[in-house]
């Protein structure tokens, strides 16, 4: 058996390749290209080995270089930078920096500790695709959010009437209101009648919200006077008022897109019944929820290394008469925050989950930690579910779990 250590960088990866022994049989670098990795390839072949004897170790589960190894039929065991590190210690104490070393680290980490790994198993197509959408729309929304908060910064310092008209800023109503009244001069200017044309063109929810038009532009008048800054202050900061407005614009509707798009490979997804029957799911967080879980069964020995991968086990430090709980930095914390909004969705559609949310915060526990609390009870049933391939069932729930207390009581 052979064990092949891949240190990853941008435009080049190191390799080590050791075998069962862990003596070092080679050492070589190559590109990040297709001739890189078909180099790779070839040099291998001087072990003469046959593809299943040959495994390889890299700190990635992703990328053109994993890809083109797993099509090759090569075993690809990704690694975690955290526990790499604890690896490198092993062989040398010091803090030196050698990509070579490091790949040497890798491979003889397989070679020792193979049975604490876990081999890549990709998901199938239309499942990867679906989680690489949800990653990508959280990178969209978070870029959006950043947007968001320069345009508030920058309302508030030369137009603050602005932030004052409509509730949310990313709304079509509002982005389109900003860009025809962008200082509170223009505004100033506005007519009840050209007020009332323009909401009305812009398809306004005047009855779900309550409103009349000469209510809310009555409502916009007794804002006056409006607070206006230095002349100088208002043209620079109302162009850049603009040009926000127009990224907003744009990552408002890609964003809308992704939820479409997502929505529609999740009816596709065989997984679909399972995290849509979680009580206040939605389309968008049973789609996290499959995401991260994936569809390989065998990926997670437990639930609870779900609730570690995820970040919702806290860790708990022990030693003599000292112990005490805190939060866990090492996860994917994007996991975590899709269990988390799952868990806020749960309150308000299953009795045992409000129940459980109160009964941390009567005892003292912050909303954030009440929430962690529960998705960390939701990641046991998720994940019974999950590898049993069955639906959530409130009703059933209840029953099985009154069944259980009475069991223990007895």
């Not at 604490?116 to 990653?135: A, G, H, Y």
């Not at 800054?229 to 109302?238: E, G, I, M, T």
């Not at 960390?376 to 409130?394: A, D, F, G, Q, S």
Request: with cysteine; proline share 3%.
């Amino acid at each position: 058996m052979y064990y092949v250590g891949i240190d990853w960088a941008d435009r080049h990866h190191d390799i080590s390749v050791v075998n069962s022994a862990g003596k070092e049989k080679k050492r070589f670098r190559i590109t990040h290209n297709l001739n890189g990795f078909n180099d790779l390839v070839v040099r291998l072949r001087f072990l003469k080995a046959e593809i299943r004897d040959v495994a390889f170790c890299i700190e990635r589960p992703q990328g053109l270089l994993i890809e083109f190894l797993l099509k090759h039929g090569y075993v690809v065991y990704p690694i975690n930078p955290k526990s790499a590190e604890r690896y490198r210690d092993r062989h040398s104490t010091s803090s030196k920096k050698d990509d070579g070393f490091d790949a040497f680290v890798l491979a003889d980490a397989l070679r020792t500790d193979i049975n604490r790994f876990k081999p890549l198993v990709p998901d199938s197509e239309l499942s990867r695709e679906l989680k690489m959408l949800v990653q990508d729309r959280e990178h969209l929304v978070h870029t959006k959010t950043k947007i968001l908060n320069q345009l508030t910064a920058c309302l508030k310092e030369y137009y603050p009437t602005g932030l004052e008209i409509f509730s949310k800023l990313q709304n079509d109503v509002t982005i389109c209101f900003l860009k025809n009244y962008s200082t509170s001069g223009s505004l100033d200017k506005m007519t009840f009648k050209e007020f009332k044309k323009f909401m009305n063109s812009n398809k306004y929810p005047w009855k779900m919200l309550g409103k009349t038009p000469k209510s809310l532009f009555q409502e916009i008048q007794s804002m006056k006077p409006f607070l206006s800054a230095d002349p100088a202050v208002v043209k620079a900061k109302s162009r850049l008022m603009l040009a926000l407005l127009g990224q907003l614009e744009t990552l408002v509707s890609q964003v809308k897109q992704y939820d479409g798009e997502i929505e529609k490979l999740m009816n596709q997804h065989p997984d679909n019944d399972i995290f849509t029957s979680l009580p206040g799911s939605g389309k968008k967080v049973s789609a996290k929820l499959s995401a991260y879980f994936g569809e390989d069964r065998k990926r997670f020995d437990s639930y609870e290394s779900v609730q570690r991968l995820a970040g919702t086990a806290p860790v708990t430090k022990s030693s003599g008469n000292m112990h005490y709980v805190h939060w866990r930095w090492a996860c994917q914390k994007n996991f975590r925050n899709a269990l988390t909004q799952f868990a806020f969705s749960s309150l308000g559609k299953s009795i045992w989950a409000r129940k459980y949310y109160q009964d941390k915060r009567d005892k003292g526990k912050t909303h954030s930690a009440a929430l962690r609390a529960l998705a960390n009870k939701w990641v046991k049933i998720i994940y019974t579910l999950w590898k049993n391939r069955r639906m959530y069932k409130e009703e059933v729930f209840l029953a099985s779990r009154q069944i259980h207390m009475l069991l223990n009581d007895s």
